[in-house]
């Protein structure tokens, strides 16, 4: 029998770090920041790094409870390839972040890659305190609405 060996970082030389933020306090939102760092290949020659980001992405949400993303994209070099939409939940495999506030944070790195699709990377900052901050606000909300109901339902 032959076995072919396989492992997530061979699709990919991106790299990646995984943040959490949360205020102290009870039934507070929790937001995950994601950076991706390094450079995507151009149309198909990004697919596998598209696919290794949705990946992580998808990994990090099934493991750490989070009730929002900032995607940092501030270190990615990113021209254009279609791939990459897939960690935004526009694809034919979702991460999950789709049901969730998100945000993104670009720079001159990757701003032309995200210009003809702005869109759905929306909300767009320049600054990762100012992405946290939105995301935890609408989080947030989320959060207190959910409980909120719960709370009428139970009371």
């Known amino acids: ?3 072919t060996p396989h492992r997530f970082d061979d ?3 991106i790299q990646y770090q995984i943040f959490t933020q949360t205020d102290a306090g009870t039934r507070r ?7 991706f760092t390094g450079t995507i290949g151009d149309g198909s020659a ?3 790094d ?3 980001m949705r990946m ?3 990994a990090a949400l099934s493991v750490w409870r989070t009730h929002g993303v900032v995607f940092d994209l501030r270190e990615l070099n990113y021209v254009w390839g279609d791939k990459i939409w897939e960690i935004f939940g526009h694809g034919i495999h979702p991460p999950g972040v789709e049901k969730l506030p998100y945000a993104t944070v670009i720079s001159d790195r990757c701003r032309e890659g995200f210009a003809t ?3 759905i990377v929306e909300p767009v900052f320049e600054e990762l305190e100012a992405a946290v901050a939105n ?3 609408r989080a947030q909300r989320a959060l207190d609405n959910m409980w909120a109901e719960i709370d009428t339902e139970s009371g």
Request: with cysteine; glycine share 8%; proline share 0%.
């Open 46 to 48: 990004g697919n596998d």
């Open 11 to 13: 699709l990919s030389d």
């Open 56 to 58: 992580i992405t998808l």
């Open 50 to 52: 598209g696919v290794f």
């Open 29 to 35: 939102a929790t937001v995950m920041v994601l950076q």
């Open 135 to 137: 995301v935890r606000d």
């Open 117 to 119: 699709c702005m869109s």
């Open 1 to 3: 029998m032959q076995l």
